[in-house]
């Protein structure tokens, strides 16, 4: 059942909300937008924000406090139709499908997200600041979550692809497909990334605007052997179209870096065999427009949450797979409030997708999970994104990221980390290192 009323609000032309609305920032809704409270039942405690620990590079993400947390409850095959109500689609589907080994090990739950000063401060003016043309064009919006309180399905995406990541991150990005036998192959990744928009550190910090660039990209392939040396550079931008995004693709076979427009939407990304599309990146980037966005309200959900086991140094990548579905001994799931965010293919726009049904963490605008359906109205995937924070920058993300393939019962993980290096949030880049002409001399070498 929604715990919120149903918002239909059209997608054109929105302004942000009034003065009055805004001044519920910071009180009863955290600076970003969360309910403070918790519920009725305390079920869903009230938000206890953390300071900042740890190191910027190095360090795994960790809470030690969370993670000597004991569970709370076990759902299971036995007692799943106690919790259906707070579960996605995809969940369901995995509980019908493996009833003996699908399992959700349920923690209490932790509502300590937090984000640095200036990223709150700017979220509140952006509230009553910025506003949504369309569905791609944005204005109005400096440093902070566009839409801490939305009045469109539009809004909510919009605040999960320009959130605050760090200024500059350096990270693995390791990849596997795992078979049905649970047997897996894996491919490693090397991710540049430049965080223009949500930048602390920029004193004059450009508008979120039709043009801004506010992320650029640099990813390169280091295995398998037959696609090393692949690199796929990004410009993403706001705004529609060609214009909301510049990409070039390097091909070792080719030796040169050329535009590549089909670096979007429902594209595979390069060495996935097809398993992960350009647009599920990060869960959902890209632009919106081949889609209608329906703000359904806001739920009390089984989500994957605070998931530091998973993502740790401790697991390798073979303790996460297994025939079926990842290892449900690894993952922590918590009761959290979601934003639901209905996106439905425009019958004059073309997508693998009929429909995709998208839950939002209302703490941090995290994507968590994604039902993505077919032509025929049948769960085609399901995307489960585990939630952590590292701590020391503030700033929550999902690792590993799940994508279930339930034509083929196959499974896709990606943004995996934990046989290699940790993030490094200390690199700095110069002006040149994302242009396509500084990728054509790093690859030609």
Partial sequence: ???????????????????????????????????????????????????????????????????ADRPAYLVSAANVD???????????????????????????????ANFPDRIKEETIKNATRASLNGVDDPQGAFVGFPFPIPQSGAEIPWNHRSKWR??????YNNQMIVQLDGKFSLTKI????????????????????????????????ISPPRIAGTYILVHEKAGFGPEGRAAWLYAPA???????????????????????????????????????WKLLGKREMLIPYNSYKIAGDSVKYAD??????????????ELHRVWVVEAENKPDQRHTFSKRTMYFDEDTWNIVM????????????????HLVQFSAMLASTTVPEVIYHFNSGRYFVTAMFNEDEPYDNTVTYDDKFFEAS???????K
């Fill in 1 to 67: 059942m929604l715990v919120a009323t149903l918002l239909t609000a059209s997608t054109t032309g929105l302004a942000g909300v009034s003065a009055q609305e805004a001044e519920k920032l910071g009180k009863s809704l955290t600076p970003i937008g969360a309910e403070r409270a918790g519920n009725e039942d305390g079920s869903i405690p009230e938000w206890t924000p953390i300071e900042p620990f740890g190191k910027a590079s190095g360090e795994f993400p960790n809470n030690p406090e969370v993670e």
């Fill in 82 to 112: 106690q919790y259906i109500d707070k579960m996605s689609a995809g969940h369901k589907e995995l509980f019908r499908r493996y009833p003996d080994s699908y399992k959700m090990i349920v923690y209490p739950t932790r509502r300590v």
């Fill in 438 to 444: 500084s990728v054509q001399r790093k690859a030609s």
């Fill in 320 to 333: 996460i797979a297994q025939p079926g579905h990842i290892n449900q001994n690894l993952p922590r799931y």
């Fill in 254 to 292: 080719l030796k040169r870096i050329r535009r590549a427009p089909a670096v979007c939407c429902d594209n595979p990304y390069e060495g996935t065999d097809g398993h992960q599309f350009y647009d599920q990146v990060d869960m959902y980037n890209g632009v919106l427009e081949r889609f209608r």
């Fill in 166 to 171: 760090g200024e500059n991150i350096r990270r």
């Fill in 370 to 385: 994604i039902d993505d359906y077919d032509h025929q109205g049948q769960l085609m995937q399901f995307q489960e994104g």
């Fill in 190 to 221: 090397v991710e540049d990334v430049q965080f223009d928009y949500a930048s602390i550190a920029n004193p004059n910090p450009a508008e979120l605007q039709p043009g801004t660039t506010f992320i650029r990209y640099l990813s390169q392939t």
